[in-house]
Antibody, heavy 123, light 107 residues
Framework: QVQLVQSGAEVKKPGASVKVSCKAS????????INWVRQATGQGLEWMGWMNPNSGNTGYAQKFQGRVTMTRNTSISTAYMELSSLRSEDTAVYYC????????????????WGQGTLVTVSS | DIQMTQSPSSLSASVGDRVTITCRASQSISSYLNWYQQKPGKAPKLLIYAASSLQSGVPSRFSGSGSGTDFTLTISSLQPEDFATYYCQQSYSTPPVFGPGTKVDIK
């Protein structure tokens, strides 16, 4: 079945960087964009950006421009999200999600999602 | 950016109840609206895409309707496994924005 499996929880100090991985299985990795969404504890869902695994092209939310980098390793069907200059407000669960499209009108949605990676930023 | 709102923010209901959640966009998004269910400690799960299309494997008690700025998610007969938080998300333009969520808990 289609599955995204993420790396384990991380604890980082303010100012450090974190790199989260997302391993895809059950489909052709290079055929679907991967997006990243984060969720602070008890809060809503915040989109961070996308990456095309085939070309490596990326697009980032303005809020994260300059701090986030999305990459991939196609040989192991894995996407990565690296966030730098971490601050306490970056403490959240980070999700990867597959971008799916359908229909002639360009409808799209996220499915499935990875299980999430908790990143805690604390001194 | 398009803003999304949901109402109510939370509701209490009993098994077997009909539940309706509303989502509103700050501008017209046609039918570019998705619904997700999230249970505590779990990732969101797609329920409905393109405002009214049921994702494969999702029970038929879930349905979506609406277009333009106003949308509805309906659960026709609430089941114990449906107690969760529900999010709408616009897919009309970048950045994709999620609603703040509606928490459905047990009365």
């Amino acid at each position: 079945q289609v599955q995204l499996v993420q790396s384990g929880a991380e604890v980082k100090k303010p100012g450090a960087s974190v790199k989260v991985s997302c391993k895809a299985s059950g489909y052709t990795f290079t055929s679907y964009d991967i997006n990243w969404v984060r969720q602070a504890t008890g809060q809503g869902l915040e989109w961070m950006g996308w990456m095309n695994p085939n070309s490596g092209n990326t697009g980032y939310a303005q809020k994260f421009q300059g701090r986030v980098t999305m990459t991939r390793n196609t040989s192991i069907s894995t996407a990565y999200m690296e966030l730098s200059s971490l601050r306490s407000e970056d403490t959240a669960v980070y999700y990867c999600a597959r971008y799916c499209t359908g229909g002639v009108r360009g409808f799209w949605w996220f499915d499935p999602w990875g299980q999430g990676t908790l990143v805690t930023v604390s001194s | 950016d398009i803003q999304m709102t949901q109402s109510p923010s939370s509701l209490s209901a009993s098994v077997g109840d009909r539940v309706t959640i509303t989502c509103r966009a700050s501008q017209s998004i046609s039918s570019y609206l998705n619904w997700y269910q999230q249970k505590p400690g779990k990732a969101p799960k797609l329920l409905i895409y393109a405002a009214s299309s049921l994702q494969s494997g999702v029970p038929s008690r879930f349905s979506g309707s609406g277009s333009g700025t106003d949308f509805t998610l309906t659960i026709s007969s609430l089941q114990p496994e449906d107690f969760a938080t529900y999010y709408c998300q616009q897919s009309y333009s970048t950045p994709p924005v999620f609603g703040p969520g509606t928490k459905v808990d047990i009365k």
